[in-house]
């Protein structure tokens, strides 16, 4: 048992004993150290303006992310290496992508500018990233700036951080990983006492019988949710349980039959799995927040706060994936649908916490499409989100699963409209109508400030008929924003 958290800056090992479980990164920073290079606005992980990167190991290699400081955990920082704005120059001498920004005018307030820079570092030190403009907008959609304009930036961007790289952080590297491989230890953190704690466990067994223990504590993952409760809803949050340090938590397993996604994986661990199960998937997962809460959160997370507009859910059940969970009782799996009971509430007993997920892989006579509808491109939450799997045998659709988000109290299977499906011509659009009506008694949505009732039914009967003419190619050509927005990017650059 460790009762301190230890992380890497500036090349000297830092330990603590003396961290708050809601104490977040930004006001270690800001607060403890008085470093207000870093910045806050939005506290809530919109802006960007409070980025920060931290250096991990990720199978041997050290890997630079850009994270959101203002919902990040000071604890969640531990076995990392942590840079922020104030440790890129050197003796006076500008880091280069600090260089460029100067050089090219991508600052005006400034306000925004460190946030900026610690994106771009993290940029300058990615490794098989292609030098388009799209690459560049991709990885900045999670930095806002009000005066400067983007194109600046941009600029600056494209013409520093695809070189090799050339900084005390390369310099630096060997000794770094050995650093970070020596922080690595297996032993459980508790810092605090049994009525306020952080916590992070280190197997899965420590983790059982710390929640069995304190079933009240909250558990978090990536904190792209709980860091909100904490710096939006100002909750009270005495007993933090982190689930980042529980040895093959993390894991990503793709296999023939499918793809197993530990509960504590990243959107940026994942990517690259769920593509090779759908491009539509990888599509929506590159959708989802910002590279900077792709980087911290994770696919359990998204599951296991039960939102009816979570992204991943409705496409996660419409592949019919299935859902381990255990606790000190022992484990058990569930298909996901089943594990959203009604809003705010989930099959998860006292103590018990979810440990993976397992997407199977379409078979050939399958079809998947799913679609994010949401009012901007990047950075949105949906309004209504729609997930389809097809098996068509001899023309003829047999089998379907149809998922919603944003319809219902919960993520929700359309299971009026999949029977109606049932027999239908996959090349006959006359024989899809029963399926459409049949939308209209599955769900009765809700007005909110995203989208009304109306819009919400008309979208949801738009995508089902969206899915079915691209699957039998009966579109009439290309109906992809995405498509047309990546053209667009590229002729720009
Ligand atoms: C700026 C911003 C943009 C976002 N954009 C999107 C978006 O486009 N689409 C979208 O769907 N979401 C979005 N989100 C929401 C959030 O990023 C996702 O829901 C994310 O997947 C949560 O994962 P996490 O690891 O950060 O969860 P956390 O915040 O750590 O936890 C979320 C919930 O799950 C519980 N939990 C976590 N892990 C476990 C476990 N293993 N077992 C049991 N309970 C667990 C926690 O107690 C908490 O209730 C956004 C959030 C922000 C801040
Ligand atoms: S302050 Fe806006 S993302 Fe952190
Ligand atoms: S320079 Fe002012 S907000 Fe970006």
Not at 131 to 144: C, E, M
Not at 369 to 388: E, L, N, P
Not at 453 to 461: C, L, P, S, V
């Amino acid at each position: 048992m460790r009762d301190t958290i230890r992380f890497l800056r500036r090349g000297e090992i830092v330990e603590l004993d003396n961290v708050g479980p809601t104490e977040t990164l930004l006001d270690y920073l800001r607060l403890r150290l008085g470093q207000t290079g870093t910045k806050e606005g939005c506290g809530e992980g919109d802006c960007g303006a409070c980025t920060v990167a931290l250096g991990r190991l990720v199978k041997g290699r050290l890997v630079y992310q850009p994270v959101n400081s203002c919902i990040l955990l000071l604890g969640m920082i531990d076995g990392a290496e942590l840079v922020t704005v104030e440790d890129l120059a050197q003796d006076d001498r500008l880091h280069p992508v600090q260089r460029a920004m100067v050089d090219l005018h991508g600052s005006q307030c400034g306000f925004c500018t460190p946030g900026f820079i610690m994106s771009l570092f993290t940029l300058y030190h990615a490794e098989n990233v292609t030098q388009t403009r799209k690459t560049v907008t991709d990885w900045l959609a999670g930095n806002l700036c009000r005066c400067t304009g983007y194109r600046p930036i941009v600029d600056a961007a494209l013409e520093t951080c695809f070189q090799a790289t050339d900084d005390a952080f390369t310099w630096r590297a060997n000794e770094t990983r050995e650093q970070l491989q020596y922080l690595a230890d297996s032993r459980d953190i508790f810092v605090g006492d049994g009525d306020s704690f952080f916590s992070a466990p280190a197997t899965l067994d420590g983790l059982a019988a710390l929640y069995g223990q304190h079933p009240d504590a909250t558990l978090i993952a990536g904190g792209t949710d709980v860091g909100l409760w904490i710096t939006k809803h100002l909750r009270e949050l005495p007993k933090m349980i982190w689930l980042g340090r529980i040895e093959g938590l993390d894991r990503v397993e793709d296999s023939p039959s499918g793809v197993l996604i530990g509960s504590t994986a990243t959107y940026t661990a994942t990517e690259k799995a769920v593509t090779g199960l759908s491009e539509d998937l990888g599509e929506l997962w590159r959708r989802i927040g910002s590279k900077q809460v792709r980087a911290s959160g994770t696919v359990g997370g998204n599951i296991a706060n039960g939102s009816p507009i979570g992204d991943t859910p409705p496409a996660l059940i419409a592949l019919g994936s299935t859902l381990e969970l255990q606790s000190v009782e022992g484990s058990r799996a569930i298909a996901l649908e089943d594990f959203f009971l009604q809003y705010g509430r989930q099959d998860r007993k006292p103590g018990e916490f979810v440990t993976g997920l397992f997407v199977p892989r379409l078979s050939a006579n399958q079809a998947f499409r799913c679609y994010k509808i949401s009012k901007r491109f990047d950075q949105d939450i949906s309004s209504v989100m729609g997930a389809f799997r097809f098996t068509v045998e001899e023309g003829l659709i047999v089998a379907s699963r149809i998922a919603y988000g944003g319809m219902a109290g919960t993520p929700m299977r359309a299971s009026n409209a999949e029977k109606a499906l049932s027999g239908a011509e996959l090349d006959d659009p006359s024989t899809w109508g029963d399926a459409m009506k049949a939308l209209l008694s599955d769900f009765d949505p809700l007005t909110d400030m995203r989208a009304s009732a109306g819009y919400r039914m008309e979208t949801a009967r738009a995508l089902l008929a969206k899915a079915l003419m691209e699957i039998s190619g009966t579109a009439p050509g290309d109906i992809r924003i995405s498509s047309r927005r990546g053209a667009d990017n590229d002729r720009a650059a």
